[in-house]
């Protein structure tokens, strides 16, 4: 059975860094063709990708966010960490992470809501 | 931000089939195969068709895709009240390096 969990701060402050960590299981990112990425949606609004790592430590961003974005996996701990630099108010959203297979995003986390606000 | 188009709402009565347009370009649809999700109010979208047509294991053949140039499209045969979601398409797209999500299509059963 694969799950995937995300965890982190629920309310971070204008400008501080943001830090998520990915814990999932039932299967391996040092599989071939597999891959971890996140996903992020405000309150109302549509899905938006953010990042991805692939097995071989590719690692892929969303063009408009790469400048604040780094994702880093440890095969080891089972685990992916995205750190997002200068948060904003408009960055409050559910963040979700995804497992990445051939077959695209395909499982999801069930979502960690974070809150920028002074 | 989204890449790909889709119409805010598509809604039917219970046994309509719906369609859910999604129009994208030659870098993102044109070039790659697409993905359809599913996702209820307050709960993880959920992998509903893949590679264009293919559905996991566990979803209804109410459930269908399509692609051709740079549109694709995802139809639901014999609404029921329970397909009442937002359904989002997505694609890799070459041009920008990413992944792309599609604006979202609300689906009320009437």
């Known amino acids: 059975q694969i799950t995937l969990k995300e965890s982190g701060p629920t309310l971070v402050k204008p400008t501080q860094t943001l830090t998520l960590t990915c814990t999932f299981s039932?299967?391996?990112?040092?599989?071939?063709?597999?891959?971890v990425g996140w996903i992020r949606q405000p309150p109302g609004k549509a899905l938006e990708w953010l990042a991805l790592v692939y097995w071989d430590d590719d690692k892929r961003y969303s063009p408009s966010l790469q400048s604040r974005l780094t994702i880093t996996k440890d095969t080891s701990k089972n685990q992916v960490v995205l750190t997002m630099t200068n948060m904003d108010p408009v960055d409050t959203a559910t963040y979700y992470c995804?497992?990445?297979?051939?077959?695209?995003?395909?499982?999801w986390g069930q979502g960690t809501l974070v809150t920028v606000s002074s | 931000q989204s890449v790909l188009t889709q119409p805010p709402s598509a809604s039917g009565t219970p046994g309509q089939r719906v369609t859910i347009s999604c129009s994208g370009r030659s870098s993102n649809i044109g070039s790659n195969t697409v993905n359809w999700y599913q996702q209820f109010p307050g709960t993880a979208p959920k992998l509903l068709i893949y590679?264009?047509?293919q559905r996991p294991s566990g979803i209804p053949d109410r459930f269908s895709g399509s692609k051709s140039g740079t549109s694709a499209s995802l139809a639901i045969s014999g609404l029921q009240s329970e397909d009442e979601a937002d359904y989002y398409c997505a694609a890799w797209d070459d041009r920008l390096n990413a992944y792309v999500f599609g604006t979202g299509t609300k689906v009320p059963v009437l």
């Open positions: 590679s264009n047509d």
């Open positions: 995804a497992q990445l297979t051939p077959r695209g995003i395909d499982y």
């Open positions: 039932g299967f391996s990112l040092s599989t071939s063709g597999v891959g």
